[in-house]
């Protein structure tokens, strides 16, 4: 085929392809641009959702005033939880309504659970069925194992309505990608909220009954407040422009003032009650007509949050608008610029251009054994010939260089850990893989041995037999010990002729054992010096463990030192363990 010919053919293929790159860029714009014209629909259903999970904590407050109530429950309590309910269920039916109304564009379809709705009617249902039944009964009969059973049965209510929340939030940042922090921090407040009211809700047994709160109650209590004084720092810190936004700042203040100060003061003067043995002052409805209102900054905090996700949704509507006019100028200036192009190149570049594409092909992958072509052309192709000709011996010896470099750096890596005469870790090393398994055996609370030990008389080797039979003797040892060892122990050159042994995590008798079957395996292994005479040589052993979060590496070896000095002291070759 004639090159003028290919050439036309190839310009035609490479047209079809930017056209149809220019057809999916902008058809993806478009969409972008309906999805972000829809997506106004699907931050208000995460809005309604996050009010559905409100109204179910609200729902408990009035559930714990009736059951810590005589029979027949004061009037006034019934009439909260019933209009409670009733907003619950409002919200509930609100929320079906709008997802029936304006169904969710099919690429967000995927991501809006509808199931955990369906088990929340369900489980709704079940747990006022089961308040109603204890609230009928006497107080005598509601007894703690029952009412607390009851409200966890309310407590398990707003993780399924969560569920639909985490959605409808993973659906809105499909949309609007900027605004998934806000969301973040306002699917944070729902959290806040509902441990809020769980810290209130973990007082009704106690208030109701009339009794001390248990031990398991107050450490409930702290474990509330620990995850409450989490969430509120996660909604604090900074993530964007929304954290200096007065609006913002004024409702995270207003959160601080009201709950985290009168609210959660209110719950302790209760804890300290009952640590005094004082009577609580206040029942249960009491209780949560002081403790509920407390909880409403966090709502509003919600609420300016989601407020400023929508405009920040209305203001990606609008870019998204203007880079779908952008993406069309842009469309059309390539198609220009593509059809100039191509009659330039049909004349120019073509043939220049493919032969020096197989010198950049040959260079990319490596291969520099061919030098780039047509280098002696005077012209704009030649210069690029002529540099690819540089390239090609500058990436050549750039990679002499990092070979050789690569190279250093391990044998230097190997120099810094290894100790020159034996072959084994040395002390820097040792210690700074000891301090590693000592924090794992922290974390994991298990046990850390260690086995320090010295050549029996090695000063009189020397002085007999000269420092190269010295030399020997370590040698031979280390080569004996690290035969004797399995695999993650680990030994090395303390110092002079001192080594020391790491097990794996093990007991104080596993560690001795293991020290004593090195003591043995040094004793039996004789060693022939240079010069023909033999030498049995013996090691005192000294054994220490550490256990619990405070252990520190110094320590344990100061305890194997102490071992190994009385090991000396009752006569050598013997192991001594920490007492």
Same mark, same amino acid.
Not at 8 to 32: D, I, K, S, Y
Not at 371 to 383: T, V, Y
Not at 494 to 505: D, I, K, L, S, T
């Given at each position: ?24 860029? %902008?058809? $993806? =714009? ?28 609200? &729902?408990?407050?009035?559930?714990? @005033? ?29 929320? !079906? ?19 955990? *709705? ?31 059973? #009851? ?17 409808? #939030? ?26 809020? $009211? ?103 905090? !919600?609420?300016?949050? %989601? =407020? ?24 059309? @200036?390539? +198609?220009?610029? *593509?059809?100039? +192009? ?74 810094? /850990? ?9 002390? !820097? ?41 010295? /030399? ?14 399995? /695999? ?8 002079? &002729? ?11 008798? @596993? @560690? ?7 003591? &043995? ?13 033999? +030498? ?19 320590? +344990? ?18 192991? &001594?363990?920490?007492?």
């Amino acid at each position: 085929m004639r090159l003028t010919r290919l050439f036309a053919l190839t310009g035609a293929v490479l047209a079809l392809l930017v056209c149809g790159m220019l057809g999916r860029l %902008l058809w $993806g =714009e478009w969409e972008h641009y309906r999805a972000a014209g829809s997506g106004h629909h699907t931050l208000q259903l995460m809005q309604r959702a996050m009010i559905a999970a409100e109204k179910l904590s609200f &729902e408990r407050g009035p559930v714990n @005033a009736v059951l810590g109530d005589h029979v027949p429950a004061d009037p006034a309590y019934r009439a909260r939880l019933l209009r409670a309910r009733a907003d619950t269920d409002q919200a509930l039916a609100q929320l !079906r309504r709008e997802l029936a109304a304006a169904p969710v564009p099919a690429a967000l379809a995927g991501a809006l659970p509808l199931a955990p *709705l369906g088990r929340l009617d369900q489980a709704l249902a079940a747990a006022r069925q089961t308040v109603d039944q204890l609230a009928a009964l006497p107080p005598a009969q509601r007894t703690p194992e029952r009412l607390s059973e #009851t409200v966890e049965r309310m407590f398990r209510l707003v993780p399924l309505a969560l569920d639909a929340v985490t959605g409808y #939030t993973r659906a809105s940042e499909q949309v609007y990608p900027r605004i998934g922090r806000i969301l973040t921090k306002a699917r944070l407040t729902v959290e806040l909220r509902e441990f809020a $009211g769980r810290l209130g809700s973990a007082l009704t047994v106690p208030l109701a009954s009339a009794q001390p709160l248990t031990e398991s109650d107050h450490e409930r209590l702290q474990f509330l407040r620990g995850r409450i004084e989490q969430l509120r720092q996660l909604i604090k810190i900074p993530s964007g422009d929304i954290d200096t936004e007065p609006r913002v700042l004024a409702a995270v203040a207003r959160m601080d003032q009201l709950y985290f100060a009168t609210g959660q003061r209110l719950v302790t003067e209760v804890e300290l009650a009952s640590r005094a043995g004082r009577p609580y002052g206040m029942d249960t409805g009491q209780f949560a007509q002081r403790y509920v209102p407390c909880m409403s900054p966090i709502l509003a905090l !919600r609420d300016v949050l %989601l =407020e400023e996700a929508q405009a920040q949704a209305l203001r990606d509507f609008q870019d998204a608008r203007h880079e779908l006019m952008l993406a069309l100028l842009v469309g059309a @200036a390539i +198609l220009l610029a *593509l059809t100039l +192009l191509l009659l330039i190149l049909r004349r120019r570049v073509v043939v220049p251009l493919l032969r020096a594409t197989r010198a950049v092909v040959r260079l990319g992958n490596g291969d520099f054994s061919l030098p780039p072509s047509g280098a002696r052309r005077d012209d704009e192709i030649g210069d690029m010939l002529r540099a690819l000709a540089t390239l090609r011996a500058n990436s050549m010896d750039r990679q002499r260089l990092e070979q050789e470099r690569l190279h250093l750096i391990e044998e230097l890596k190997v120099r810094a /850990d290894t100790d020159y005469l034996t072959g084994i870790l040395n002390r !820097r090393a040792f210690t700074a893989a000891g301090n590693l398994r000592l924090r794992g055996a922290s974390e994991r609370n298990e046990t850390l041995a260690v086995i320090l030990f010295d050549v029996d008389h090695f000063k009189s080797v020397n002085d007999s037999y000269g420092h190269d039979a010295g /030399d020997q003797v370590l040698i031979r040892i280390a080569d004996v010990v690290r035969d004797s060892l399995r /695999d993650g122990e680990i030994v090395a050159r303390y110092g002079g &002729e001192e080594f020391v042994v790491m097990p794996a995590c093990c007991g104080l008798e @596993a @560690a001795g054992a293991l020290a004593e079957r090195l003591r &043995e395996a040094i004793a039996s292994e004789p060693l022939t010096l240079s010069d023909g005479h033999i +030498l049995r040589v013996t090691a005192s052993f000294g054994v220490a463990v550490a256990h619990g979060p405070h252990a520190a590496l110094d320590d +344990l070896f100061h305890a194997a030192d102490l071992a190994l000095y009385r090991a000396k002291h009752n006569g050598r070759n013997r192991v &001594e363990s920490q007492v």
